[in-house]
């Protein structure tokens, strides 16, 4: 029965640290960019 609950535990952590990981990773400490920042990088229409 421990092994069954620890395992479904180390899940679900895994699960919080890959969502963590995807919402701030890339990002300039952790903000999300405003409208009026520029993008980043030569990415302007032509």
Avoid: K
């Amino acid at each position: 029965m421990w092994v069954i609950f620890l395992e479904a535990l180390a899940a679900l952590a895994l699960l919080i640290f890959i969502v963590w990981w995807t919402m701030f990773s890339g990002r300039r400490r952790g903000e999300r960019r405003t409208d009026g920042d520029p993008p980043p990088g030569d990415d302007a229409p032509r």
